[in-house]
């Protein structure tokens, strides 16, 4: 895993300051149940929900397809394994932010799956031209016909609107959405000549950061599985899906304030991960 700001560092580039946060369709569970989230005592608890709630109904929306990725094992399927670091950096590329040029190999669609769950958890997955990036880089080419029009259609205005969000995926002056996704690890559950299905257990902040914000910033942590193909010497996404967990036991530290997670997701970088 090398330092990077492609994920937290600038303004403007892919998966970058992490001011929003998307959910994904649960994988072999109801694709619109509610995410499991930390309990708040707070008279906005249900503003947050409702929130929460309208994020996974958009990303799953938008991800309805035919190609859901199937993570049930084959002859082909490698054995588990503990998620060891090879110590072999993933790439040296990037394009358009997003790490690209992923091997041909096991480890590969391993690195590029972290990665790409990074981009499509990220703050710019709500900003039209960034998501138009996001989606031309990350998805086969042949799927972005599909998933952009989706994309648009749940993330319009109606949906910004809801989630305090302006045209451009902004929230209102005063405010920041904080979207930060962290890879724990990532397994093979298939695997062939060119094409594998991996999961990402991840880990992340999510919410909105400032006086009066009805949706705090919280903690969550999901399983994303990706289907991945070799398209034009890299890694492609076909599809993908998310579901809850494994999540460790919640602790009682004490939250920090609206203020310093602003900071922090402005100011602290991301990385480029590696299996």
Not at 158 to 185: E, H, I, Q
Request: hydrophobic residues 35%; contains cysteine.
């Amino acid at each position: 895993m090398s330092n990077d700001d492609q994920y937290g560092g600038g303004h403007g580039e892919i998966g970058g300051t992490g001011q929003t946060r998307t959910r994904l369709p649960e994988a072999d569970t109801d694709p619109y149940g509610a995410p499991r989230r930390t309990p708040r005592a707070s008279r906005s608890l249900v503003t947050v929900v409702g929130v929460v709630v309208l994020l996974i109904a958009a990303i799953a929306f938008a991800n309805q397809s035919g190609d859901t990725p199937d993570p049930a094992g084959t002859a082909d399927t490698p054995a588990a394994s503990a998620t060891d670091p090879t110590g072999t950096r993933p790439v040296d590329g990037k394009n358009t932010g997003i790490p690209t040029g992923f091997p041909a190999d096991q480890q590969g669609a391993q690195s590029a799956a972290a990665n790409y769950a990074v981009a499509l958890v990220s703050a710019d997955i709500l900003k039209p031209q960034m998501r138009r990036q996001i989606v031309r880089q990350v998805f086969a080419p042949d799927k972005v016909a599909e998933i952009e029009p989706r994309l648009d259609q749940a993330y319009g205005k109606p949906f910004l609107d809801r989630a305090g969000l302006d045209a451009n995926g902004n929230a209102a002056p005063g405010l920041t959405y904080v979207s930060r996704t962290v890879p724990v690890g990532t397994k093979a559950v298939k695997y062939t000549d060119g094409a594998a299905v991996v999961e990402v257990w991840c880990t992340g902040v999510f919410g909105t950061a400032g006086v009066g914000s009805t949706n705090p910033v919280s903690n969550d942590w999901f399983t994303m599985t990706l289907t991945l193909r070799r398209v034009d010497n890299d890694w492609k996404v076909d599809s993908f899906a998310q579901k809850d967990g494994p999540a460790p036991v919640h602790t009682d530290r004490t939250a920090s304030t609206a203020e310093e997670i602003a900071k922090a997701a402005t100011e602290y970088g991301g990385f480029t991960y590696a299996r």
